[in-house]
């Protein structure tokens, strides 16, 4: 046994500002080049002219520069501070084999935009997502985060959103399987990433192609020896920048002011004309009719230990009682988010012999939060196993458990989540309360809002999420005569959440109520299936000049099998000692609902063919018939065609006589295509009924009325390109 180990360790901290430009071999400036720190999500793109920069980067980083078309280079600094990096055309790039649904084509031979990104982009980056890798890498494909929680899904977008109503991300399809999210997958399983980009190449997959199509293909046991390789990764995540709010000082002053203005504009309501900000606390109390210690009366008093930290023009123009006692001063921000601990760690088992190939894999993955109290954790394990038991038969299996479990999930997200109040919470509070601000056993600072301590609550309040992945496939491939196979392939994917969340009376305002009194608790579940039954016939052959491929499939489809629950309970609570389990005799409950889901069922034919002669023509027809259960009963059946063309000049007799060496590569290519959107509601075309209680009496009343004409979003597509290859 060969036995390969390679163990890295990654530590992302502050660095220097590196520069540079990026050029071809004629000294052109190459726009839009990934620059990237070699294993690290620091990265950006060259701009217009070329030029780059990157912050943060070690001096004794390596760059690796990459460009479509040209080789991958790794740029070691060594202390230089700006480089210049000089692009190799890649000669072998168009001989690619591209998976394209159900098949796959030479990537010279392409006629529609598909977009690829091997194992090599992927590797040696500490990634939480497989999207990730995505990012600024790919023409046409925008990937972008819009929670900054860890582990959350990300946003793709392939030549932008192609819905108004319906949902806009693409389909994901591994190893063949049909999914709606890539959660679960771990990054160092993959092989290579394709995106089907326009309808010529997408509408294979008909009703869910308008969005684009993501294929990923895990990686596969490779022949010779067994290999096992580990890899290891550590690196620490920041806070790029704070927001830029008012100090605790700036605070006080505007505070001051605030109240100043208030106060002269409510005592001139009320008919006083000498009303002064020199006026004492007791005083403006007197003159607008507000008893003191009210929440009212800090709208117009001032705290005297105020004037220990302002200057000397605002303790002039104001009376107040000198004290010596002080306030504390406080930053939400540096309290709330902190500098997080990223781990990766995979485990590879591969190999191959005439008969069988296998590869097995585990992986750990922990990431720290930005924000106190959160955090993502990722257990996986991948078994692809295929073996050969004739010339006519080979039987695989696909297996993929993953274990996640995500703290703090949707509080430190979106409007008045605690990263929210993290930026409205006053900066100030009583002195030796600190940050524990309006938790037991504190009170509310007058002057400061009814927020609860955010980082308090992030750190005491549970919020976790357990989901358990589990992703399977098995095939088998028959193959009667050359060139013609057919596979028969069936597929399952569980989807398992139970999450709970507690919040505890001591992070919430009622807390002098006593232990349990203002606490309140939930928990959910999720039970769903997805199935698929799928068979695939391919002929692949070639003779003299000519080269023919057919493709003929048929697949069903169920989705959306299974239930939901959601449980909550509300105060009072006996104490907190117990967080996760309620006797809703003894405990009020809010909600408590059992929801079975609605299925989802898709039933479609499907067929390719594509001729190409002597690597100079190409053209390309697809039909696909989609029936779905989620359209009304007037439109079940969809019909999604697409056809498509190239020419590679560069090919030509007459183009390789004119003996240009610097102009290698010329095809144009023209396609058009229909795809669809399937992504709303499964019960959108069908009369709906909600249960109700009226004059004491359980029924029911239509919430919503059927649509039997409810039908496809479709997406009319044509596109024309020239691909163009330069100085080999």
């Known amino acids: 046994m060969l036995l390969l180990i390679s163990c890295h360790l990654n530590i992302l901290a502050q660095g220097k500002i590196i520069t540079g430009v990026i050029l071809d071999k004629t000294g052109e400036t190459v726009i839009g080049a990934s ?198 990764s550590v ?47 007791a005083t403006r109390l007197a003159n607008v009719g507000v ?112 274990y996640i479990v995500t703290d703090g999930s949707g509080r430190a997200n979106g409007k008045d989540s605690q990263a929210h109040k993290t930026l409205s919470s006053a900066p100030v509070s009583e002195p030796g309360v600190g940050y524990m601000t309006y938790v037991q056993p504190n009170g509310r600072y007058g002057w400061a809002d009814t927020t609860s301590s955010p980082s308090y609550i992030l750190n005491t309040d549970i919020s976790q999420n357990r989901t358990l992945r589990m992703v399977g496939n098995a095939f088998l491939r028959i193959t009667p005569f050359q060139d013609f196979r057919v596979e028969l392939s ?10 709970n969340k507690y919040s505890f009376s001591s992070s919430g305002k009622g807390w002098a109520k006593g232990e349990g009194q203002s606490s309140s608790g939930s928990h959910s579940t999720s039970r769903i299936w997805n199935t698929l039954l799928q068979a695939v016939a391919n002929y692949d052959h070639t003779f003299n000049k000519h080269g023919v491929s057919a493709m003929l499939g048929f697949s069903s489809e169920q989705s959306s099998l299974g239930y939901k629950t959601e449980q909550g309970f509300k105060a009072p609570f006996p104490n907190d000692a117990i967080t996760g389990s309620f006797d809703g005799s003894k405990v009020a409950a809010g909600t408590n609902t059992v929801t079975e889901q609605t299925p ?14 002597d690597e100079r023509y190409m053209l390309s027809g697809s039909l696909r018939f989609d029936g779905g259960s989620v ?50 509601s499964n019960t959108a075309a069908y009369a709906t009924l909600t249960s109700s209680v009226y004059g004491g009496a359980a029924g029911y009343y239509t919430s919503s009325l059927g649509n039997a004409d409810l039908g496809w979003e479709k997406t009319h597509s044509t596109d024309i390109a020239v691909d163009l290859g330069f100085f080999e």
Do not use: C
Request: hydrophobic letters at 35%; glycine letters at 10%.
């Open 35 to 232: 620059v990237l720190v070699k294993g690290t999500t620091n990265g950006t793109i060259t701009d217009v002219d070329g030029n780059f920069t990157l912050n943060n980067v070690q001096e004794n980083a390596v760059l690796q520069v990459s460009f479509v078309g040209y080789k991958t280079q790794d740029i070691a600094l060594k202390g230089q501070s700006n480089v210049k990096v000089t692009l190799e055309e890649d000669t072998e790039v168009l001989d690619e084999v591209v998976v394209i649904g159900y098949g796959s084509v030479k990537k010279s031979t392409l006629t529609g935009a598909v977009a690829k990104m091997d194992t090599k982009g992927i590797q040696d980056r500490p990634l939480a997502r497989p999207e990730t890798a995505l990012q600024g890498q790919l023409a046409g494909v925008t990937v972008r985060t819009t929670t900054g929680e860890p582990g959350a899904d990300m946003q793709i977008r392939v030549r932008g959103a192609a819905s108004v109503n319906a949902n806009s991300d693409p389909l994901y399809v591994v190893d063949g399987v049909p999914m709606t999210t890539l959660s679960g997958i771990n990054p160092a399983d993959i092989a290579s990433i394709e995106v089907l980009k326009d309808a010529a190449s997408a509408a294979i997959y008909g009703s869910r192609g308008s969005n684009g199509v993501v294929i990923v293909t895990t990686q596969k046991g490779k022949t010779g020896k067994p290999k096992v390789s580990f890899n290891a």
């Open 235 to 281: 690196g620490f995540q920041t806070l790029e920048k704070k927001i830029d709010l008012l100090s605790a000082t700036e605070w006080m002053e505007f505070r001051t002011r605030w109240n100043d203005a208030y106060y002269l504009s409510e005592a001139q309501k009320k008919g006083i004309t000498n009303a002064s900000i020199r006026d004492d606390n």
């Open 291 to 402: 008893k003191a210690g009210t929440d009212n009366a800090y709208l117009y008093i001032l705290d005297d230990r105020w004037f220990n930290y302002l200057s000397q023009d605002m303790r002039d123009s104001h009376t107040y009682t000198p004290t010596s006692e002080s306030l504390s001063l406080l930053d939400w921000q540096d309290e709330v988010y902190r500098t997080a601990i990223v781990q990766d760690y995979s485990l590879n088992v591969s190999g191959a012999t005439d008969n069988v190939s296998y590869l097995f894999s585990g992986g750990y993955m922990n990431q720290e939060g930005l924000a106190t109290g959160t955090g993502y954790k990722r257990f996986s394990f991948r078994a692809n196993v295929e073996s050969k038991i004739n010339k006519y038969l080979s039987i695989g299996m696909n297996l993929a458990p993953t």
């Open 490 to 499: 069936a597929a399952a994917n569980y989807y398992d959440l139970d999450g």
């Open 600 to 613: 989802n069922k898709l039933l479609s034919t499907f067929g390719r063919l594509q001729y190409n002669y």
């Open 631 to 680: 359209f009304g009963v007037n439109n079940k059946w969809g019909v999604f065609p697409a056809i498509s063309g190239g020419w590679i000049i560069s090919n030509e007799k007459f183009f390789k006589n004119w003996d240009q060496k610097w102009w290698n590569t010329l095809k144009i290519r023209a396609s058009y295509g229909v795809t669809g959107n399937n992504s709303i």
